[in-house]
């Protein structure tokens, strides 16, 4: 099957920081990708949806401003989480599909993060 | 918010099959379902996904009933590797279509 990497898998930050997360797809050319959040002992949550060369759209409650997301090629989109703080500290994962060419959605092996 | 129900957890003993269900009474007729799981700190994993027809593939079988109100799918042979979250997502058969994750069944298999 399909490949998608992250990177990295799981970072330290100080509050007030930003950090990006990378998401790759290795093998085929990702239409479109997802980013989802992750809490302890929760369910994953989408953040927000990206199609190639295009705005990301975010889902209701998520900071577009705080959670910056670039989908500048068919292969990488990533997530800059701006002004780091405690409560950002989540597992996030990015998924990716190929649109209308194929109904999958390949999931990363996600990236713990944890402000301090 | 997710259009399915899954009990929270359910166990199995190591070597037995693993029936999960799931209810999904609302879906549409353009939906299918699809199963995805989680193993602890790692990403969602495809199982298998179906339409109205029963589905196997080498990882499981999907057993859809005919009013497509529910679905059960079953791990024919449970081995410690399954223990994971099962989730049960009703989805547009699209690569531009959303995943809602709802909370999923927490599978223990033991020994």
């Known amino acids: 099957g399909a490949v998608v990497s992250q990177h990295p898998s799981w970072v330290i930050c100080k509050s007030g920081t930003s950090v990006k997360i990378e998401c790759r797809s290795l093998?085929?050319?990702?239409?479109?990708m997802f980013w989802y959040r992750q809490f302890p002992k929760q369910s994953l949550m989408l953040m927000a949806t990206s199609n190639e060369g295009s705005k990301a759209t975010y889902e209701q409650g998520v900071e577009k401003d705080k959670f910056l997301i670039n989908h500048a090629s068919l292969t990488l989109s990533t997530l800059t989480v701006t002004s780091a703080h405690p409560e950002d500290s989540s597992f996030y994962i990015c998924?990716?599909?190929?649109?209308?060419?194929?109904?999958?959605?390949?999931f990363g092996p996600g990236t713990r993060l944890t402000v301090t | 918010d997710a259009k399915t129900t899954q009990p929270p957890s359910m166990d199995c003993a190591e070597g037995r099959a693993a029936n999960l269900p799931c209810n999904h009474s609302?879906?549409?007729?353009?939906?299918?379902v699809y199963w995805y799981r989680q193993i602890h700190s790692q990403g969602p994993q495809y199982i298998i996904h179906g339409l109205k027809n029963n589905e196997t593939n080498e990882m499981a079988s999907l057993i859809i009933t005919e009013d497509r109100k529910s679905s059960t799918l079953i791990l024919p042979h449970a081995t410690l590797r399954d223990t994971a979250v099962y989730y049960c997502?009703?989805?547009?058969?699209?690569?531009?279509?959303?995943?809602?994750f709802g909370k999923g069944t927490m599978l223990l298999v033991s020994p």
């Open positions: 093998d085929f050319q990702a239409t479109t």
């Open positions: 609302t879906i549409s007729g353009n939906e299918y």
């Open positions: 997502i009703v989805r547009v058969h699209s690569g531009y279509s959303t995943l809602t």
């Open positions: 998924s990716a599909s190929q649109g209308d060419a194929s109904y999958e959605q390949y």
